[in-house]
């Protein structure tokens, strides 16, 4: 799926790879090995980037890692890239390209500034539980950024052993309409020990995904459940959040084996990443990542319509139709609100 940008993200992109390659030409030169000292180019792909280095698995030998330099022209590399490197003996091997990615994730840095956080996802598994109270307003963040990346959003409603009772019929009064959205829905619990987490497992297999949710719906008791080894601390991640030291934590991807199958897919995490549809959104991907509404797009009477209650609104019209729900529209018209402030 191609990665679907709008004008401004792409423009500032452009910018910061330019900044980017700006700086990395002024810089000190690294300790590069020189082209004699490198073995032959091979491909890899990135499981974590700090800065100007990058840990990449050579392809086909999972579970190992190879620390690299990043050649100056290259621009940024992050988690998720797929590169061509270059060994070498006695020091870091070299990136000396890297694949165009088929999708991104960006999130601002101090600056404002969109940079690329992981790249090649392409499932999105938005966790939802009867607790945390779930807002339907936070799924549609989460999906008008998936969206507006060409990635599917899967939703994920976790502590099915909590669904008897109000909270339980709240939930999944919450969830169902984004179903009939044609959102697909995993019901499960990562408690019971049950085999519910085998049709997850199934949405996993062949994909780069992300959980992103609201803290303390279980994502890492998921993949915990999922990936042992990863080690995803339950419950501490609203103390990391609490000492604002999220942002700095470097995304990791991760192979899924379950079972004698072997590699079932690809995990990138980070507590950034858990968060990623709640950062910055431009205001023309808002309306584009409400999937119901796209049809009516460009059909109002006014051009800039704000969609409120201004004459020959299409939305508004596809609304008293009952082509869109009220809910959805509201929830649109906050998500606005709330880049403006
Ligand atoms: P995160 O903040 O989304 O990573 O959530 P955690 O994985 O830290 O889980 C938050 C709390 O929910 C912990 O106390 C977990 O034990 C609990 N929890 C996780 N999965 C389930 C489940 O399926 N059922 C129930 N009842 N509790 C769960
Ligand atoms: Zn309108």
């Not at 993200?9 to 490198?38: E, F, G, V, Y």
Request: hydrophobic share 35%; net charge positive.
């Amino acid at each position: 799926m191609a990665r679907k940008l709008t004008k401004n993200q792409q423009r500032r992109i452009q910018q910061q790879q330019k900044q980017h390659a700006r700086r990395a030409t002024s810089a000190k030169p690294q300790q590069l090995p020189d082209d004699s000292q490198l073995g032959a180019e091979q491909t890899g792909v990135v499981i974590t980037h700090y800065g100007t280095q990058v840990d990449v698995e050579p392809q086909g030998q999972k579970g190992t890692t190879k620390r690299c330099f990043l050649r100056a022209n290259i621009g940024s590399v992050v988690t998720g890239d797929e590169v061509i490197w270059r060994d070498a003996q006695d020091s870091n091997g070299v990136i000396v390209a890297a694949e165009p990615r088929k999708s991104a994730l960006y999130r601002p840095d101090s600056r404002g500034n969109l940079r690329p956080v992981a790249a090649n996802i392409d499932r999105i598994f938005i966790v939802v539980a009867a607790e945390p109270e779930p807002f339907a307003n936070l799924i549609d963040r989460y999906l008008v950024a998936a969206e507006n990346q060409g990635v599917e959003a899967v939703l994920v409603l976790n502590k099915s052993d909590l669904l008897n009772g109000d909270k339980g019929e709240a939930v999944r009064k919450l969830v169902s309409p984004y179903q009939q959205l044609g959102y697909r829905l995993i019901i499960l619990s990562t408690k019971s020990g049950d085999s519910s987490l085998q049709e997850l497992q199934a949405m996993l297999r062949d994909h780069t995904s992300v959980f992103v949710g609201q803290s303390g719906v279980g994502k890492s008791s998921l993949i915990n459940a999922l990936l042992p080894q990863a080690n995803s601390a339950v419950g501490e991640l609203s103390e990391a959040r609490a000492k604002g030291t999220h942002t700095t934590t470097t995304a990791r991807l991760y192979h899924l084996e379950l079972g004698a199958g072997g590699d079932v897919g690809r995990l990138i995490d980070s507590p950034g990443i858990r968060e990623f549809g709640l950062w910055h959104l431009e205001p023309e991907q808002i309306a584009q990542g409400f999937v119901e509404m796209r049809a009516f797009l460009g059909h109002c009477q006014f051009r800039d319509c704000k969609h409120q209650r201004e004459p020959g609104c299409a939305l508004l019209a596809a609304e008293q139709r009952g082509d869109i729900s009220p809910d959805r529209l509201e929830s649109y018209r906050r998500i606005l609100v709330s880049l403006q402030s």
